[in-house]
């Protein structure tokens, strides 16, 4: 059974920077996506980044230049270093771990907020 732990939030200033950090056990990651999403209030849950095993990542346009995903895999964590923070990324950020090449959803974390706020 998939588990993923968020942890990293909190309150920034704008142009501030935060770092996220994700847990997953439970399986074999090297066959998963492991990647961010984020939900804002009143907004739909939006894909952030992403990253396979061999190292592609994807990025929405949104965050290009300002956050870097990166991969540990011997301790299978998942990181959103995310720099230069503005308000429009405040957001619950949740973590995914997804079979590549698979349509289903994946698995969730329970996310962590993270608030950008002068």
């Known amino acids: 059974q998939v588990q993923l732990v968020e942890s990293g939030g909190g309150l920034v200033q704008p142009g501030g920077s935060l770092s996220l950090s994700c847990a997953a056990s439970?399986?074999?990651?090297?066959?998963?996506?492991l990647g961010w999403y984020r939900q804002a209030p009143g907004k739909q849950c939006e894909f952030v980044a992403s990253?396979?095993?061999?190292?592609?990542?994807d990025y929405a346009d949104s965050v290009k230049g300002r956050f870097t995903i990166s991969r540990d895999s011997p301790k299978n964590t998942v990181n959103l270093q995310m720099n230069n923070l503005k308000p429009e990324d405040t957001a619950f950020y949740y973590c995914n771990a997804k079979l590549q090449f698979s349509t289903a959803p994946g698995e969730w974390g329970q996310g962590t907020q993270v608030t950008v706020s002068s």
């Open positions: 990253m396979t095993h061999e190292g592609g990542r």
């Open positions: 439970g399986s074999d990651f090297r066959f998963y996506v």
